[in-house]
């Protein structure tokens, strides 16, 4: 699997636990999963960075 291939499943696995959190799961755990998530979209976002800089050069 690419470094890009595993950001993309990332991201799905990103979008699947924002899912879970908006339908109510894990209500005791809604907080910490969502500053989980918080911080795996800004990492996210700087691996995406930090690829698109690699493939510029």
Wanted: glycine share 8%.
């Amino acid at each position: 699997m690419s470094t890009a291939e595993l950001v993309e499943q990332l991201r799905a696995d990103r979008l699947w636990l924002l899912q879970q959190i908006d339908g109510g799961r894990w209500p005791e755990l809604r907080l910490d999963l969502a500053a989980l998530e918080r911080e795996l979209g800004q990492v996210l976002e700087q691996a995406q960075e930090k690829l698109n800089l690699g493939g510029n050069r």
